[in-house]
T-cell receptor
Framework: AQKVTQAQTEISVVEKEDVTLDCVYETRDTTYYLFWYKQPPSGELVFLIRRNSFDEQNEISGRYSWNFQKSTSSFNFTITASQVVDSAVYFCALSYETSGSRLTFGEGTQLTVNP | DAGITQSPRHKVTETGTPVTLRCHQTENHRYMYWYRQDPGHGLRLIHYSYGVKDTDKGEVSDGYSVSRSKTEDFLLTLESATSSQTSVYFC???????????FGNGTRLTVT
């Protein structure tokens, strides 16, 4: 099966804590793309990052960082020094070479950052 | 961000009635998608289009049909709405096959 698993349904942290959101994927393809999206309480879906299967470099953008490990089929997302504005649902998604143009999403992780 | 407009934003309808949701994009993107979002299920693909008049089914296509007669418009039709189709529907588009999706703001549909 080719799918995305976000095992953490809900996470609650206190402001300034670091938090990691897990994403595990399954695909038989050697060429694939992984994505993270954020859905704040207002409901829109915001693109955060795309990573292709040939680029295992970790990515850092401000307080956000992503760790891509092909050996464990994981693409985890860490927020450093979390803030209340980080409260949202975060989705990991996968598209692969034989999926045509489809993008498969995980079920999402609800992150709540408390003041 | 791609200019993607969904209409209506909210709709309440009765079981058995037909419903059409509209998605309009101004970025000349080739690929367009309809997803539904339900608690515990994340985003599930209903139908997608890879060009004008070229569409294909997603994982939850039963009870839905789509049409794309112009690059900018992608319509989702529920021929006979059921309560199980109460959901939030998102339209998305992208320029290339593996570029990021850009989403509309969603349509909240309630079937009573």
């Amino acid at each position: 099966a080719q799918k995305v698993t976000q095992a953490q349904t809900e996470i609650s942290v206190v402001e300034k804590e670091d938090v990691t959101l897990d994403c595990v994927y399954e695909t038989r393809d050697t060429t694939y793309y992984l994505f993270w999206y954020k859905q704040p309480p207002s409901g829109e879906l915001v693109f955060l990052i795309r990573r292709n299967s040939f680029d295992e470099q970790n990515e850092i953008s401000g307080r956000y960082s992503w760790n891509f490990q092909k050996s464990t089929s994981s693409f985890n997302f860490t927020i450093t020094a979390s803030q209340v504005v980080d409260s949202a649902v975060y989705f990991c998604a996968l598209s692969y070479e034989t999926s045509g143009s489809r993008l498969t999403f995980g079920e999402g992780t609800q992150l709540t950052v408390n003041p | 961000d791609a200019g993607i407009t969904q209409s209506p934003r909210h709709k309440v309808t009765e079981t058995g009635t037909p419903v059409t949701l509209r998605c309009h994009q101004t970025e000349n993107h080739r690929y367009m998608y309809w997803y539904r979002q339900d608690p515990g299920h994340g985003l599930r693909l209903i139908h997608y289009s890879y060009g004008v008049k070229d569409t294909d089914k997603g994982e939850v296509s039963d009870g839905y049909s789509v049409s794309r007669s112009k690059t900018e418009d992608f319509l989702l039709t529920l021929e006979s709405a059921t309560s199980s189709q109460t959901s939030v529907y998102f339209c998305a588009s992208r320029r290339y096959e593996n570029s990021p999706l850009h989403f509309g703001n969603g349509t909240r549909l309630t079937v009573t």
